[in-house]
């Protein structure tokens, strides 16, 4: 018995390429609970008594399994993104949820060492949900790459400011639930659309970059909103109602992508059901012996020729990108600039208590830098492709002017004066979100899209490398020093507190002069990029990717009018094949 026609849309839209970016969107707006830790960091450091260093320790772990993705990208390689998505969901749950016990006093309390793989465990969730939704969604849409990072870290960079407005609704202002809410909403989002996610055949549409920007306006407003509300949150005092309502605002925004889903998605399937005119279709036939050394020539296998790397833009192996000149730069100012961003965005809420800001204030300060990453990331994603297309404007000379920025913010906090460090944190969390989207899209035009799953997770692998050197090692310990400085002064000793508080802007002077130089380095780095790749972006990058498209849109064609008339396709002669080749 036939299916209604609602029912053969729904079945349609649901398999759908448009829905399936759409509930991306929702898997990365549930993926950014790292850049919480700043609000629940003070919990953690308060119920357990840990000190600055070992608070920090705790944040280098959980670095370290935001940014440690390779085994979500090998798992990438041999399972579909599904498994992907829920094994991820998996990790989320049991890493934030044994945190959330811990944290309650529901379990015998944990060493440290043991909690570090807690928030490790939680955090290298979000390796998973990135290679199974945004790996896909860049695959699924090459030639607007750089549009697709923008918008998909987007949402992720507002990922804070949403779950802020949750939680706020949910549990009131209470540090321990957000943890707990963490643990189990990027899991159930994950679970709900864990089978729309997949790859699908590259097809070239007009109305893409239109739907694109519509999608970034939504966001945008999104953003704006969360804003408006996060400031009028700290100048009024809002009803358990209030924040309801606010999240009731949120949610209504994110119908808007979903609608725009099913528009594009109906289209196509009237499309479906009447085909193009099959005079204007043109399908060619391909020389025979071409046809047959296509089919002949091998697959290189992923350890083989690890020394003769193809050309830039082919797909290398996972060895020879990682064994490129150009991969070990791209680690070095990964290593400065991430590293050092996200020692700045880890001890923000550290910095202001140093300061001497009240707590409402603090969490304006990670409001802000939530949302003003979100608009470096949506900056970077749609500017830079903008500015490659346009203009063969490289983007790893943008990213040596993210870097560039990302130093002034640095060194606001280490010469702060009143009103300071709102500044700095809408500039470091501009520069911090920026830098993502450009590291991927690098990796992705340098090394090709064969072993994307895997490379771009071993490109951000110096990032919790960075961030351990520069957080723990440097910035941790110039900070206990000084509290110790403190307490001598008062005549007391380490053991007489219980945790290790500096006051004054001393605090943290050294510690982010050094990150301001380390940065400043990364952004030399960076040139050298450029210098190395500057022919390699004069070209057209996106061509062979267009030349997919237009096989899979001629072999659309060929199939809706076969399925819906039976007339004879107009077909080019194999001399006119040839002709088309040697052209």
Same mark, same amino acid.
């Given at each position: 018995m036939a299916k209604p026609p609602l029912a053969q849309f729904a079945a349609h839209f649901l398999r759908?390429?448009?829905?399936?970016?759409?509930?991306?969107?929702?898997?990365?707006?549930?993926?950014?609970?790292?850049?919480?830790?700043?609000?629940?960091?003070?919990e953690i450091k308060s119920s357990l008594g840990y000190d600055q260093t070992t608070l920090n320790l705790l944040s280098s772990f959980k670095d370290l399994g935001a940014n440690v993705g390779v085994l979500s990208g090998l798992v990438a390689e041999v399972t579909p993104?599904?498994?992907?998505?829920?094994?991820?969901?998996?990790?989320?749950?049991?890493?934030?949820?044994?945190?959330?016990?811990a944290v309650a006093a529901k379990i015998p309390r944990p060493s440290p060492a043991l909690m570090c793989v807690f928030i490790c465990v939680g955090a290298n969730s979000q390796n998973f949900a990135n290679t199974g939704a945004l790996v896909t969604a860049v695959q699924n849409f090459p030639e607007n790459r750089g549009i697709m990072l923008g918008l998909l870290k987007g949402f992720t960079g507002l990922s804070g400011a949403i779950m802020t407005q949750i939680y706020l609704a949910i549990y009131g202002n209470d540090a321990k639930s957000l943890i707990l809410l963490i643990a189990w909403l990027p899991a159930a989002i994950s679970a709900v659309f864990v089978y729309t996610i997949r790859p699908m055949a590259v097809v070239?549409?007009?109305?893409?970059?239109?739907?694109?920007?519509?999608?970034?306006?939504?966001?945008?407003?999104?953003?704006?909103?969360l804003m408006a509300v996060t400031i009028s949150q700290k100048l009024v005092a809002f009803s358990q109602a209030a924040y309801a309502c606010s999240v009731a605002v949120v949610c209504a925004l994110f119908l808007v992508p979903l609608f725009l889903a099913i528009r594009e998605e109906l289209v196509l399937w009237n499309q479906k059901k009447n085909p193009i005119s099959p005079n204007s279709i043109v399908i060619s036939k391909?020389?025979?012996?071409?046809?047959?050394?296509?089919?002949?020539?091998?697959?290189?296998?992923?350890?083989?020729?690890?020394?003769?790397?193809?050309?830039?833009?082919?797909?290398?192996?996972i060895l020879q990108a990682l064994l490129s000149t150009d991969m070990l730069i791209l680690f070095l100012f990964t290593f400065c600039g991430l590293g050092s961003s996200l020692t700045a965005v880890d001890n923000l809420g550290q910095i202001g208590e140093s300061?001497?800001?009240?707590?409402?204030?603090?969490?304006?300060?990670?409001?802000? %830098?939530?949302?003003?990453?979100? #608009? /470096?990331?949506?900056? *970077?994603?749609?500017?830079?492709?903008?500015?490659?297309?346009? =203009? @063969?404007?490289?983007?790893?000379?943008?990213?040596?002017?993210?870097?560039?920025?990302?130093?002034?913010?640095?060194?606001?906090?280490?010469?702060?004066?009143?009103?300071?460090?709102?500044?700095?944190?809408?500039?470091?969390g501009f520069s911090f979100g920026a830098q993502l989207p450009l590291i991927f899209a690098i990796i992705s035009e340098l090394f090709g899209l064969k072993y994307y799953s895997t490379l771009f997770n071993c490109g951000q692998l110096a990032s919790p490398l960075g961030s351990y050197i520069l957080n723990v090692l440097i910035t941790g310990r110039?900070?206990?020093?000084?509290?110790?400085?403190?307490?001598?002064?008062?005549?007391?000793?380490?053991?007489?507190?219980?945790?290790?508080?500096?006051?004054?802007?001393?605090?943290?002077?050294?510690?982010?002069?050094? %990150?301001?130089?380390?940065?400043? #380095? /990364?952004?030399?780095? *960076?040139?050298?990029?450029?210098?190395?790749?500057?022919?390699? =972006? @004069?070209g057209d990058i996106y061509k062979k990717f267009r030349e997919k498209a237009?096989?899979?849109?001629?072999?659309?064609?060929?199939?809706?009018?076969?399925?819906?008339?039976?007339?004879?396709?107009?077909?080019?002669?194999?001399?006119?094949?040839?002709?088309?080749?040697?052209?």
């Open positions: 759908g390429q448009w829905f399936s970016l759409f509930a991306s969107f929702l898997i990365m707006a549930g993926a950014g609970a790292t850049y919480l830790f700043s609000i629940y960091s003070k993104p599904w498994f992907v998505l829920c094994l991820g969901a998996a990790l989320n749950f049991a890493g934030y949820f044994a945190i959330y016990l070239r549409r007009g109305n893409e970059i239109r739907v694109f920007y519509q999608y970034l306006y939504v966001s945008i407003a999104l953003a704006l909103f391909l020389d025979p012996k071409l046809k047959l050394e296509i089919e002949e020539k091998p697959n290189t296998p992923c350890f083989a020729n690890i020394f003769n790397k193809p050309p830039r833009g082919e797909d290398y192996t300061l001497g800001y009240p707590t409402k204030t603090i969490k304006t300060f990670l409001s802000l %830098l939530s949302i003003w990453n979100y #608009f /470096g990331r949506i900056f *970077s994603g749609f500017a830079s492709e903008t500015l490659l297309v346009k =203009y @063969k404007f490289p983007r790893p000379l943008l990213m040596t002017l993210v870097l560039l920025l990302s130093c002034i913010g640095l060194l606001l906090i280490a010469f702060p004066f009143p009103g300071s460090l709102y500044i700095a944190s809408v500039i470091i110039l900070y206990d020093r000084e509290a110790l400085k403190t307490l001598k002064q008062k005549g007391m000793d380490r053991s007489s507190v219980k945790e290790l508080i500096c006051i004054g802007v001393h605090c943290y002077r050294l510690a982010f002069v050094i %990150l301001a130089c380390v940065t400043f #380095f /990364g952004a030399l780095a *960076s040139l050298i990029l450029v210098v190395r790749t500057r022919e390699f =972006y @004069k237009e096989e899979g849109d001629t072999e659309m064609a060929y199939s809706s009018a076969n399925e819906g008339s039976g007339i004879k396709m107009k077909e080019k002669t194999v001399e006119e094949g040839e002709e088309s080749q040697t052209k």
